[in-house]
Structures are given as structure tokens and as C-alpha cells.
């Protein structure tokens, strides 16, 4: 198994609205995707500082499923329209479980 982690600190000007996106978005991939096994994300609590703003985590039976996923159309979409624009920093890793 595999798991990717991403996580993005918003740029000061985004708004609830465009952070609701990216949720929304992001959540219709595994009816789009079967090669996602699990999917997660949403915001950070705010309970300890110095944390990112939002997180996913992503699991795939295989590394080639992770490329499906990340390499999807629909994804590179989502990424280029509701998630670069309000990005201030991103941070992601891939490992086997």
C-alpha cells in the first residue's frame, strides 16, 4: 500500500469560500478514481502553532495507482484552478504502508 500526504498553507488573502473548494473538489475524486482506497483531508484544528492550514491523505494499492491519481486529468485541474491560486507553501510526502 501506498500513502500520499499533502499539505498547503493558504496565502493570508484566501477566503473561507476558496478553502471550502478545494474540500469540495477534491472529495469528488474517489467516485471519479477507484484506485483511491481511502481518502481524507480537511482543516487543521489550530491547536498547535506552526501547523499547516489543511491536509489530505491518500491510499492506493500500489504506486502505480498513486500515478494514476496523480497524474489525472480531472486532478491537474483541480490543482491548477481551486488550489495554486491560494497556496503559499506546499508540503507532501509518498510512502509504502
Known amino acids: 500500500?501506498?500513502?500520499?500526504?499533502?499539505?498547503?498553507?493558504?496565502?493570508?488573502?484566501?477566503?473561507?469560500e476558496q478553502k471550502q473548494r478545494v474540500t469540495a473538489?477534491?472529495?469528488?475524486?474517489?467516485?471519479?478514481?477507484?484506485?483511491?482506497?481511502?481518502y481524507h483531508m480537511g482543516a487543521d484544528l489550530g491547536v498547535n502553532e506552526g501547523n499547516f492550514d489543511w491536509a489530505a491523505a491518500a491510499d492506493f494499492d500500489d504506486l502505480e495507482g498513486y500515478l494514476t491519481y496523480r497524474d489525472n486529468p480531472e486532478h491537474r485541474a483541480i490543482i491548477a484552478e481551486f488550489i495554486r491560486p491560494i497556496a503559499a507553501e506546499r508540503a507532501a510526502v509518498q510512502y509504502e504502508f
Not at 5 to 16: C, G, K, L, N, S
Not at 25 to 38: F, G
Request: charged share 25%.
Open 1 to 16: 500500500m501506498i500513502r500520499h500526504v499533502v499539505m498547503f498553507r493558504w496565502i493570508p488573502e484566501a477566503t473561507e
Open 25 to 38: 473538489e477534491l472529495s469528488r475524486l474517489p467516485a471519479l478514481l477507484p484506485v483511491l482506497r481511502a
